[in-house]
Each structure stands twice: as C-alpha cells, then as structure tokens.
C-alpha cells in the first residue's frame, strides 16, 4: 500500500514564540490574531536575543551604569533568600495564604533593602 508523504512544514509552522514565549504569546494571538502573533513573537525572540547580545558586549557600561558591584549582588542575593525564607515561613507557621505570604514577605524585604541602602554609610 502507498502513503502519501506528509506535507511539507511552511515557515509560519516553525512558531518558536508560542514555545518560548508563552502567556506573551497567547496574548498577543487574542490581541492581533495568529499570523500578526507568529512575526511579533519572532520579532520578540529576536529583540531579546539581540538586547542580550548588547548586554554582554557593553557589560563595563552597563555594570558601571547601573552601580552593579560584588556587594550589591550579594545584598541582593540575601534579600531574595530572606524573602523566600519568609514566604515559607508564614505558610508553614501561620498558615498565610500563597498570596497573603508572598505579599507580605515582599514587602518586608522591600522595606529591609530600603532601609539599608537608605541607612548604609556614604564614601568620603
């Protein structure tokens, strides 16, 4: 018996964007429509790589640009620790809501790094 062969993919079935984008994506198909969505997403994945690309070129600019540091990354790797440490804590032990957890310990850590960069001694 002979089959036939399947046919061949056009371009437009490749849709990386619904793949990797994701919720973006099916916003973008509800907004605009499945064939405007799949060059908008592709658009999206390019931009993206693009900007990373830029990133990791200039990263002296940028780095020195947006004050980033060895402290600040650390500060920043601790504050997110203390939040993920917080949002366990108040399910497990008070019984918080996932939402009421999470909001609560986000704004704790929000005030805590306020206060120490608000607080944190100046350079001569």
Do not use: H
């Not at 619904?18 to 916003?27: A, F, H, T």
């Not at 973008?28 to 999206?44: E, H, K, P, Q, R």
């Not at 640009?65 to 601790?78: M, W």
Request: charged residues 10%; aromatic residues 16%.
């Amino acid at each position: 018996m002979i089959q036939e062969a399947p046919p061949l993919r056009t371009a437009m079935d490749l849709n990386l964007g619904e793949s990797l984008l994701g919720g973006v994506y099916d916003l973008y198909v509800d907004a605009l429509g499945s064939t405007v969505a799949w060059w908008l997403g592709n658009l999206t994945i390019f931009a993206i790589l693009a900007l990373a690309y830029w990133v990791i070129t200039n990263w002296n600019d940028v780095s020195s640009g947006l004050g980033i540091t060895g402290t600040r990354v650390t500060a920043c790797l601790a504050i997110l620790g203390f939040t993920v440490g917080q949002f366990v804590f108040y399910q497990d032990q008070f019984g918080f809501p996932t939402s009421g957890a999470f909001l609560t310990a986000l704004s704790t850590s929000a005030y805590l790094w306020w206060q120490w960069y608000q607080l944190e001694p100046q350079k001569a």
